[in-house]
């Protein structure tokens, strides 16, 4: 179905807040106040840290033995996986403390930007793994995922230029060549790719699976230009109201954007569609609505890029192992 029939076609659905949403939010916030949470943050910091200090996170004693295959080009110390997950898992915890401060109506601008900062070198690492892994083995990687495409759609938000920028171009390249190896389950996040591609003047990416068969994201990337702003007002509530529906664990049949217990309080779909409107000169509606924050989205916009002291450092000890981010991000564009 074609995005302008869908709008044409779409009536208003307001299905509600969903009955599990809330709950699911203080079991979220329950988490990461338990004890492992803070063993699992402190572990993440001391690996971090011993990257600043050395260039390199060390091998468990159990995996020693093993040796890394050689290959052309060689590994460089910067792009090593725990690294990548380390820095992840980072903007993973700092995502959710922003969420909860600014919930509490208390928001750290600062936060979120650090969460944007660690998460992009954490993608800058992955990203180098993709357009390498051919030449080194002999076969596609394929290993990105939907769920990194909320924190770039943060940066745009944050107004983290030109990195933001590049990073969703980027990924749009990787997408359209297959590199997402679970493009097929979440229409939220499928339809931050469709609204960064438009945005960008770019054709519109293919739509499979349940984001082809979802009405409400389809609608809402059918109208997101329209000029009249009030014509958005009831698609976006359903967004919003179908946001909350997808926070909660699925099974094997049913995957979920918001399943791993983040974005739950933050509208990123929104707040993006919000960015981008008000970059092309359009004026956006007002939306009364449980997951609204309180919080202007346009607050955000001063914050751009920033990271905080440890990743900065992390930062300037990946420069100086030779990492280059626009290398890495001009190679994903040219090869996708």
């Excluded at 924190?151 to 749009?172: C, F, N, W």
């Excluded at 109201?241 to 990123?268: K, M, N, S």
């Excluded at 004026?283 to 449980?290: A, F, I, M, T, Y």
Aim: glycine share 6%; net charge negative; aromatic share 12%.
């Amino acid at each position: 179905m074609k995005v302008q029939e869908t709008a044409m076609r779409y009536e208003p659905k307001r299905i509600g807040v969903h009955k599990g949403w809330e709950r699911f939010w203080r079991t979220a916030c329950k988490g990461s106040d338990g004890e492992l949470a803070s063993v699992h943050d402190a572990n993440r910091k001391a690996k971090l840290i011993e990257f600043v200090e050395t260039g390199a996170i060390s091998v468990p004693e159990e995996f020693r033995h093993q040796k890394l295959p050689s290959v052309n080009p060689p590994f460089t110390r910067w792009e090593g996986t725990d690294l990548s997950i380390s820095l992840r898992g980072y903007a993973n915890e700092k995502e959710l403390s922003f969420e909860r401060m600014m919930n509490e109506g208390r928001p750290d601008l600062s936060l979120a930007g650090n969460v944007f900062a660690a998460y992009y070198l954490s993608q800058i690492g992955r990203l180098h793994t993709e357009i390498w892994f051919p030449t080194r083995f002999g076969r596609r990687f394929n290993d990105l995922s939907a769920f990194d495409i909320p924190y770039t759609a943060l940066g745009m938000v944050l107004d983290a230029q030109p990195r933001a920028e590049k990073l969703a171009l980027a990924q749009l390249a990787a997408y359209r060549d297959g590199r997402f190896s679970d493009a097929v389950y979440y229409p939220i996040f499928i339809y931050i790719f469709r609204i960064l591609a438009s945005y960008f003047d770019q054709p519109d990416i293919d739509v499979t699976g349940d984001a082809q068969k979802d009405e409400v994201t389809q609608a809402l990337f059918a109208l997101w230009r329209t000029p009249d702003a009030n014509q958005l007002v009831d698609v976006c509530l359903d967004t919003l109201d179908q946001h909350t529906h997808r926070c909660h664990v699925g099974d094997a049949r049913h995957f979920y954007e918001f399943e791993d217990c983040h974005w739950i309080r933050l509208p990123i779909e929104i707040w993006l569609t919000f960015c981008l409107r008000e970059k092309l000169g359009l004026q956006n509606p007002v939306l009364d609505h449980p997951l609204m924050p309180k919080m202007d989205y346009r607050e955000l916009r001063q914050v751009g890029w920033r990271p905080s002291a440890l990743i900065q450092r992390v930062y300037d000890r990946m420069l100086q192992e030779g990492m280059d981010e626009d290398q890495v991000l001009s190679g994903i564009m040219a090869n996708g």
